[in-house]
Structures are given as C-alpha cells and as structure tokens.
C-alpha cells in the first residue's frame, strides 16, 4: 500500500501564488509516475500534471505556462508550483501516484485531497 499527503493548499488572492506538496510513503517502486489532479465543485476531476521518475512531465493546457510539477525522489515528494492563480483554479486538488506492482499490474493511489481556493 501507498499513502499520500498533501500539503500547501489555502486561500490566495487573484495573481498570488502557492506551492503544494505531496509525500509519498509505503510501498513505492523505483519507477512510477507522481501527479496533481482536481476537482471544482460540480465538474469532474481533471488532470493537471504529471511527472515520472525520470522527470518527464505531462501538463494540461490549462495550466502550462502557469504551473510547474517537480519531484524529489529520494523524498518520494511531488510539488506543484502554481503562479498567477485565478478565480477558476479553485478546487480541491488531489494527489495521484501510479506504478507497477510485482506482478506488473497497474496499481492507483490517491491522496485525500487540499482546498486551494482563489478569490478576493
């Protein structure tokens, strides 16, 4: 089993910026793919990024140019660094690790999610 949690979520005014964190513990293989997705109230949950061990990174449209996902895989840690925030980032944003267990079947894992939410 993996758990994640995130961290950095809150209240941020229209423009600011915030970085949220996702630590991974349990059993993680040395190659799988760590990522951020969310969920506005009445919308269904969208991807935002993603990124491998090897640092390959998969971002939405919506948010490339204004988001950047990293990792740390010695600290089995993803962030997100989200800049110029608007109004329709607000949602709660989950963490999400995927990887291949022993017998190479896909295994999924979420975190419990953090509220960002922007507004005035």
């Known amino acids: 089993q993996v758990q994640l949690v995130e961290s950095g979520g809150g209240l941020v005014q229209p423009g600011g910026s915030l970085r949220l964190s996702c630590a991974a513990s349990?059993?993680?293989?040395?190659?799988?793919?760590m990522g951020w997705y969310r969920q506005a109230p009445g919308k269904q949950r969208e991807l935002v990024a993603t990124i491998t061990t090897a640092g390959s990174t998969n971002y939405a449209d919506s948010v490339k140019g204004q988001f950047t996902i990293s990792r740390d895989n010695a600290k089995n840690t993803v962030y997100l660094q989200m800049n110029s925030l608007k109004p329709e980032d607000t949602a709660v944003y989950y963490c999400?690790?995927?990887?291949?267990?022993?017998?190479?079947?896909?295994?999924?894992?979420w975190g419990q999610g953090t509220q960002v939410t922007v507004s005035s």
């Open positions: 349990g059993s993680i293989f040395s190659i799988n793919t």
């Open positions: 999400n690790l995927v990887q291949r267990n022993r017998l190479a079947r896909r295994d999924e894992y």
